[in-house]
């Protein structure tokens, strides 16, 4: 079967039908992802009384950032199991399976399952979340002008998935309870899931087998690693829930955090001295260096949202809608609501900039982001001092806070992923995108571990905490700025040196 067998103009909204399946599988996949991680820490530091955890906060918010570093991290393999074994299609429907089941096991109200539920949403979405944004690309062929726009419904569909997860599991989670809230989540990805395989058909054959698949002895042998480290897995967390070996939390996600970091600095290091690159690439590549360090800082701000921020919502925010409070979780409603209300100025931003011959390079364009999401701390430094003040806070400080947040993310994070497809040398394009995707995964840790600074019992502190994250974003932001007025002549030289290979 052809390209042209799925490709047709009238299937959804003027793209192929494979995208409207695409589009569903993820809103309800996101709905579930961000559904649950809005009540992962406040449920993780709720009182044994209100059923919750009752850890403390470094531990909850360490927890936090393994497991949302873990996500991006898992994409890694997860992409390679999808190209080299079992292809894109299978690979969305078994980690969308092994998610809900991830939700099924944290709606059951037993502590000991808490974290087995964790790893299996973790593992699942590092099997789904790669390959299903790839698989949206393989809808088109690659002169097809309607792959831009395709991308920004997929957004979309990602965008409103998450409201949903935020308003109806933050519901149930908040005011049903917490296990209504996962379990909430699971009927979601079941959802997504059941959509999925009702429509797969109009995916055709894009990514229905592996792109480079492996030998069979090779195939075996990967089955093995494979099964050999599930079984650590499994093991490692049954020697954990029984006593056996005691894991710290904070410990072991500040060794995370180092070997994520060590790992980043290696690969990127062995493409540049050992991937025989031409001077042209090379400073492409110091370009997209920039660019990662701003990426890890900007998500180490950002995801406060989840913790420190979601904290500070619940402990020293004025919820009260007459006589409804309003669940902690809906003020994470505002990011993916600014997201589609300024997507389209920004884009006609960048547009509109270039036709008057300004056009800043990609690192200027990071640090501004990370700028302007650092500001957003600032906001917090002055909202936290009335809360030191014994005085619970209006809800606009929240709401501004995820506001510049929005637009940095909106700066930084579409920039980036533009950076890494057009500076990376051609032939580790791939590889240069996995690399990429470990800076989610560090400032993810990172920020679960500045968020274990936010200590309840003394509110003084909070005011120091954001001040903090502020100025040292803000540092970084200058300093990539700077660097970047150097950058404008890498990038020049590093979109020269790939359309020499285009041509060749």
């Avoid at 955890?53 to 949302?68: E, H, K, Q």
């Avoid at 309003?326 to 209300?341: A, G, L, T, Y």
């Amino acid at each position: 079967m052809s390209l042209n067998s799925y490709q047709n103009s009238d299937g959804f909204f003027g793209h192929p039908k494979g995208l409207s399946t695409l589009f569903f599988t993820e809103m309800w996949e996101r709905m579930s992802y961000y559904g649950m991680r809005a009540l992962l820490v406040i449920f993780m530091t709720a009182t044994l009384q209100e059923e919750g955890l009752a850890f403390t906060v470094a531990i909850a918010t360490a927890i936090y950032g393994l497991y949302t570093g873990a996500v991006y991290f898992l994409g890694l393999p997860g992409g390679w199991i999808a190209d080299r074994l079992i292809g894109g299609q299978r690979a969305v429907y078994y980690g969308g399976l092994i998610i809900m089941c991830g939700h099924i096991v944290l709606a059951i109200p037993n502590t000991t399952t808490f974290f087995i539920g964790l790893i299996l949403v973790a593992t699942g979405t590092g099997l789904l979340k790669p390959n299903i944004s790839a698989l949206v690309g393989h809808l088109y062929t690659p002169d097809d002008v309607r792959r831009d726009s395709g991308y920004a419904l997929y957004y979309m569909g990602i965008n409103i998935g998450s409201v949903l997860g935020y308003t109806v599991c933050g519901y149930f989670g908040e005011q049903v309870g917490w296990h209504w809230g996962f379990g909430a989540a699971a009927v979601g990805m079941a959802i997504g899931l059941i959509q999925y395989k009702k429509t797969i058909g109009n995916l055709g054959n894009a990514s229905l087998e592996p792109e480079n698949p492996m030998t069979p002895a090779g195939s075996k042998r990967a089955w093995q690693i494979i099964a050999a480290t599930v079984v650590a897995v499994v093991v490692i967390t049954a020697l954990t829930l029984t006593g056996s070996i005691t894991i710290n939390a904070v410990e072991l996600a500040k060794y995370v955090a180092v070997v994520f970091t060590v790992t980043f600095f290696l690969y990127f290091g062995y493409i540049y001295f050992a991937g025989k690159l031409s001077n042209g690439e090379k400073k492409g590549m110091w370009a997209l260096f920039l660019v990662c360090v701003a990426s890890a800082c900007f998500w180490s701000g950002f995801e406060q949202a989840g913790s420190s921020l979601s904290l500070f919502g619940r402990d020293y925010t004025d919820r009260m809608l007459g006589d409804f409070e309003v669940p902690v979780s809906w003020f994470q409603n505002i990011n993916p609501m600014f997201i589609i209300i300024l997507s389209p100025f920004f884009a006609a931003l960048w547009i509109n900039l270039g036709k008057r011959m300004i056009q800043p390079t990609y690192v200027a364009k990071c640090a501004v982001g990370l700028i302007i999401m650092a500001s957003g701390f600032i906001v917090m430094f002055f909202a936290s001092q009335y809360a030191a003040a014994g005085l619970k806070v209006a809800p606009y400080w929240l709401v501004a806070t995820y506001f510049l947040h929005t637009v940095g993310e909106l700066c930084l994070s579409p920039v980036a992923l533009s950076a890494v497809s057009k500076l990376s040398p051609r032939r580790f394009a791939g590889q240069m995108m996995g690399v990429f995707v470990l800076t989610y995964s560090i400032g993810n840790i990172i920020a679960g571990l500045l968020a274990g600074g936010f200590d309840p019992e003394n509110v003084e502190q909070l005011p120091n905490l954001y001040l903090q994250i502020s100025l040292f974003s803000i540092g970084i932001g200058i300093f990539v700025w700077i660097i970047g007025f150097k950058s404008k002549a890498w990038e020049l030289e590093a979109e020269k040196a790939k359309s020499q290979v285009n041509v060749a």
